[in-house]
């Protein structure tokens, strides 16, 4: 607050003074030179705490130091967010690995043989579709591996694929 009334206490100082010279300028042809003059030590006066916050020589940092700081944190929070992305795929990956090995072993259990089982999961980590590749044909198998995958993982039919 205080500076704000100092900066308003030059201000209108500087005004007073240039107001004073304005009227005793001696000729018409130099009051607009004069005026001009006056309109730029004014404008100086206006914008003067903006390039204190620029430019700190007291100590205290400068605007341009918090822009750079910004900047180098975006930059650290855009890095530390790829990383996060590659952690993300490489979990995503591994539960799919996890799900295709539980799936492998309930069929083994029902005695339905795979040969191979690829599960691809959504970004929510739920199972968007499962492809069976069948050692041998055998359709009632297939049904009751299904039936089970449907119940257990929430499935529909259309997302389950026998190959």
Sequence with gaps: MALIRNWMKEFLIIYLILTILMHLAAGEQYKKYLRYFSGMILLAVLVSPALKLVRSSDGKR????????????????????????????????????????????????????????????????????????????EGAQ????????????ELKKEQIYFL
């Design 62 to 137: 400068a605007l341009s130091s918090y822009y750079q700081e910004f900047w180098e944190k975006l930059d650290s929070t855009a890095q530390e967010s790829g990383e996060l992305d590659f952690e993300n795929d490489r979990l995503l990956q591994k539960y799919e690995s996890a799900v295709e090995r539980d799936m492998e072993g309930r069929a083994e259990g029902m005695g339905i043989s795979v040969s191979r089982i690829r599960v691809q999961l959504a970004d929510d980590y739920t199972v968007k579709n499962v492809k069976i590749w069948m050692a041998e044909k």
């Design 142 to 153: 297939n049904g009751e591996l299904a039936a089970y995958l449907m119940e257990a993982y």
